[in-house]
């Protein structure tokens, strides 16, 4: 199901990585960094009240002079406006109302997205309640008292946040054409795929119906099969700091992927893969896509006997957290081995809603089990009892032991690559969830 995506924007000192801290982290949960992907924590998997959604920090506005601070407000702002459902627009009350906070309420107050009003820092209802009233000038609606410190009002804010979701949110996944998103860093040739793709098969370019995020889909077709293509390409801002760049394509991606059922990771071979590539595949990573990383302009690296296996090498390595996934070497320029591209999408989509049934899996279990015996400390030994699929995209598996303290990572992965072995699962990440039971049950 697609999330709806919520943003907060604000001035710098009001508070906002505070609130993203409260809303990410006390009453509702947060999806743990993935290991060996180091990210800035600027997006959060969130839930409230049986609502699922993707909560952003826009944040990084530290302007060196006033006269540019302007522009940076609304350059934020605008990433806000063009990837969010809801923006949560924060204020200070103890600053007061700003000319600044004035000019940023005008352009959300003219876009067509909801926007709730919060006001931080208010520790006391009472004692504030006067000067929060202020905040009515700036006409986008009933400010929401809250202090994101204290976790006071947090609720109050929740609730209007959610009542300003799209109606039948997530219902675009009736729609069961495979979503593939293109994502990668800037200028690596994510649009010159799309567009190279697009004039091979005869494409139909439209807005798909459900989408929440103004973006203009690709639909592909080939072999008689449709394919949707999710642009994370526009948004082609410049910017003198390279952090920020990050941030906005990182923004951009969460998106994408949100809604993608494949997501292809483009790298420049010029370039070589980066720990930047690495962030944008661990947000894929995280949410259990299927996955393909492409290396594009491969036409233009000279080579040798060796070059695929050490480019490769490089990748397994940066990327070690997803070794399922498929490499694919390609040129958007010449076209070179694109039409491959879609072989692998369907052999990912394939493997993400593959099933195995429980008996044949516990056969697989007590043959592993046989070859290397689980863990045991201080003299107690891991049992497993059984295996079972509950759940596909990612394939995901239950298992019962006697004791979910001596379950090691070490043997979840040695279990992974025994299925693995037996039923490939190429191009999808595997999820894993011990279950305790005593051994009478």
Not at 143 to 154: E, F, K, T
Request: proline share 4%.
């Amino acid at each position: 199901m697609s999330k709806p995506i919520v943003a907060i924007v604000g001035r710098p000192n009001v508070g906002k990585s505070t609130l993203f801290n409260a809303l990410a982290g006390g009453k509702i949960s947060i999806v743990k960094d993935t290991p060996g992907v180091t990210r800035d924590r600027i997006y959060a998997d969130c839930t409230w009240l049986n609502y699922n959604f993707t909560l952003i920090d826009t944040g990084g506005i530290e302007p060196d002079t006033k006269d540019i601070i302007l522009s940076q407000m609304r350059e934020q702002a605008q990433i806000a406006i063009d990837t969010a459902d809801v923006i949560v627009f924060i204020t200070d009350v103890r600053q007061g109302l700003q000319d600044a906070d004035a000019k940023v309420a005008d352009m959300l107050r003219r876009s067509a997205k909801p926007v709730v009003l919060a006001v931080n820092k208010v520790d006391s209802f009472e004692k504030f309640q006067a000067d929060v009233y202020e905040f009515y000038n700036l006409g986008i609606g009933d400010p929401v008292p809250v202090s994101a410190a204290g976790r006071l009002g947090i609720g109050e804010l929740l609730d209007e946040v959610v009542r300003h979701f799209p109606a039948g949110t997530g219902a675009e996944e009736e729609d069961e054409r495979p979503r593939v998103a293109i994502v990668g860093k800037p200028n690596v040739g994510k649009s010159s795929i799309v567009n190279r793709l697009l004039g091979e098969n005869r494409v139909i370019v439209s807005d798909i119906a459900g989408t929440t995020r103004d973006a203009i889909d690709t639909v592909i077709k080939r072999n008689g099969r449709e394919y949707v293509f999710i642009d994370t390409a526009g948004l082609r801002r410049k910017s003198k700091v390279k952090e920020e760049l990050e941030r906005y394509s990182i923004i951009r991606t969460v998106t994408a992927v949100e809604r993608a059922d494949v997501v292809v990771l483009v790298i420049d071979a010029t370039e070589g893969v980066t720990e930047q590539d690495a962030k944008i595949a661990g947000i894929a990573h995280e949410r259990g896509k299927g996955m393909i990383i492409a290396v594009n302009k491969w036409d233009a690296v000279e080579k040798d006997n060796s070059t695929v296996n050490k480019f490769s090498a490089k990748i397994r390595e940066i990327l070690s957290f997803m070794p399922y996934a498929d490499i694919l070497y390609i040129s958007a320029l010449s076209g070179q081995r694109l039409p491959k591209l879609f072989d692998h999408i369907d052999v990912v989509i394939e493997n993400q809603n593959l099933r195995i049934a429980t008996g044949v899996l516990n056969e697989i279990l007590m043959e592993a089990v046989a070859l290397q015996q689980p863990p045991s400390d201080r003299g107690r030994r891991l049992k497993i009892f059984y295996m079972t699929q509950v759940a596909v995209k990612p394939p995901t598996f239950v298992l019962f032991v006697n004791d979910k303290e001596l379950m090691h990572f070490s043997y979840t992965r040695y279990l992974e690559n025994r299925i693995r072995d037996a039923f490939g699962f190429g191009g999808t990440s595997l999820r894993f969830i011990t279950r305790e039971r005593k051994e009478k049950e």
